[in-house]
């Protein structure tokens, strides 16, 4: 798409972030808010917020505060809180010790299932850890350097036995694969071996190369620490290579985690010859009715923070997503948010990934705000006719940009379609959470049913079961060239971050 536009942008803002950096650089503590939402602009954030989300928001994140101090503190066990997914798909659990000698050791737990109960092999990893400094590229996040010692092997099944011995050099485990037995550990890398083995698997452990501690400080006294790790990158090809510069979703500290935690505590009690098998989660029907909304700042690979909320509308079949951006992995500092509005069709469900559904999105209109003199600044030189009115931009007034066909500096492009894969699943707390599958790591939009996810974002969580009226449409009474008579349905979408861009392309995706 108009990736060299948002490249641009991002250049501008990222230069920009560095320049705030020097000044701060100083300062290791940062303290995130209550409250990331309230944004200091009042037009666009506050309208959108409708009291049930609002609420809901601050209730989410109420009292919690956050810290993530720098360098972080990585000694302790960290564990899975849920059945993973990577782009593949792969199904895995992790169970990661970190000592303070900076030795660590690393259990990976994969499945042949998308519920996590059918384990299939497990990972056993050893090796030394280095934190090296702050990251110039993900602002929050600590670079560091690790170092393999030991990458051991061991089956759980025939049947996993077969299906890796076709990807695998026949001598890999000392033996033909017809010698391999399930419950007998095998090495794959020591500083003997080369790595041979380990490529095939698409085994990389540069999750390590980009990490940050977050401690949650509820109102009661009740400590949550999560670990973030690297983003895996969505095509395999890359993965073994990739420098992380986006998270997957965190591992919890076995000390302080959420409760109740059942996958926790599954994990935590596991070793390599006793994978966890998680409880089974009930399916639960793809409803989509309603708001969701992000439980907190979500990054995304290259500089992007934000937060996102969708409404949908199925008898329309129409949706509104609201993406807000930030500069800082807080979600303090509003850079733009992005509004857009289509329309989607319900496919069946994903032959790849069990549980989810496969649904197409349209996206016909959008509406920026800048929320910051950067992004106003930026915006307001793009190109004529490539973004909304050009000399016109101003921090907090909206432009449509459906006139330009989008925005080209933000890589916003209508109309747009996107192949994308849903689920809803049950939180411990039995509330429901909207799983909306993982945007492509190079920026890319999934146009393509060949471009279809594998793996999924961090889940929203519903803020209200009820679709309101759009407040756009009710505002503008003049119908929009919609197809069909959901131009009233209307969806949210928040995302923050600079990197929205990425967001832009969501945007331009749902
Ligand atoms: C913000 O809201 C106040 C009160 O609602 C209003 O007077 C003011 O004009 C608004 N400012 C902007 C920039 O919209
Ligand atoms: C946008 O451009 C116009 C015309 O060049 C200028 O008057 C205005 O100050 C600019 N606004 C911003 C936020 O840069």
Avoid at 132 to 156: D, M, N, P, Y
Avoid at 343 to 354: C, K, L, T
Avoid at 380 to 385: E, L
Wanted: with cysteine; glycine share 8%.
């Amino acid at each position: 798409m108009t990736g060299s536009g948002v490249t641009h942008l991002l250049k501008g803002l990222w230069l920009l972030w560095l320049w705030e950096a020097a000044f701060v650089s100083g300062s290791k503590l940062w303290d995130v808010p209550t409250a990331p939402f309230t944004s200091p602009v009042n037009s666009t954030v506050n309208q959108v917020w409708e009291p049930p989300c609002q609420s809901q928001l601050r209730h989410l994140q109420d009292g919690a505060r956050i810290t993530a101090v720098i360098p972080p503190r990585l000694e302790g066990s960290w564990v899975s809180t849920r059945c993973e997914v990577r782009p593949g798909p792969e199904f895995l659990t992790r169970s990661y010790i970190f000592y303070p000698s900076r030795l660590f050791k690393a259990l990976q737990f994969y499945y042949a299932d998308s519920g996590c109960q059918e384990p299939a092999y497990s990972l056993v990893i050893r090796g030394k850890i280095r934190l090296r400094q702050a990251s110039w590229i993900t602002r929050g996040g600590t670079e560091t350097e690790h170092h393999l010692h030991k990458v051991a092997i061991i089956f759980h099944s025939h049947t996993a036995i077969h299906r890796l011995a076709a990807r695998m050099p026949s001598l890999c485990l000392g033996q033909a694969p017809v010698g391999w037995v399930p419950g007998r550990l095998y090495e794959l890398y020591n500083s003997k071996v080369g790595w041979g083995c380990l490529g095939p698997l698409g085994f990389s452990m540069m999750e390590l190369s980009l990490l940050r501690v977050e401690t949650q400080h509820h109102p009661h006294g009740q400590m949550v620490k999560e670990l973030f790790l690297g983003d895996v990158h969505t095509d395999w090809s890359q993965r073994t290579h990739y420098h992380p510069t986006g998270y997957q979703r965190p591992l919890q500290n076995s000390m302080h985690h959420v409760h109740p935690c059942p996958v926790c505590a599954r994990v935590y009690r596991s070793s390599e010859q006793r994978p966890p098998v998680l409880p089974p989660n009930p399916a639960v029907p793809l409803s989509l009715d309603g708001r969701w909304v992000s439980q907190g700042c979500e990054s995304r690979p290259a500089v992007l923070f934000l937060t996102r909320l969708f409404t949908f509308h199925e008898r329309h079949r129409a949706w509104e997503g609201l993406y807000q951006h930030y500069s800082d992995p807080g979600c303090r500092q509003p850079t733009f948010t992005v509004w857009a509005q289509g329309h989607y069709s319900q496919g069946g469900p994903s032959p790849r990934v069990r549980g989810a559904t496969e649904i197409v999105f349209k996206v016909t209109r959008a509406e920026v705000t800048a929320l910051d003199r950067p992004t106003a600044r930026l915006l307001n030189v793009s190109r004529r006719g490539s973004c909304g009115r050009a000399g016109d931009w101003a921090v907090g007034a909206e432009q449509d940009v459906t006139s330009t066909d989008g925005c080209a500096a933000l890589g916003i492009k209508l109309p747009h379609k996107e192949y994308e894969l849903f689920k809803v699943e049950l939180d411990h707390r039995r509330r429901p959470l909207l799983l909306i599958g993982e945007r492509p790591t190079d920026g890319s939009s999934p146009d393509r049913p060949q471009k279809r996810p594998t793996s999924y974002q961090a889940p929203l969580i519903q803020c209200s079961a009820n679709t309101p009226p759009s407040h756009r449409h009710s505002q503008q009474s003049a119908p929009s060239p919609a197809p069909t008579s959901g131009a009233t349905g209307l969806w949210r979408h928040l995302g923050s971050s600079l990197a929205s861009l990425f967001s832009c392309y969501i945007l331009a995706v749902h």
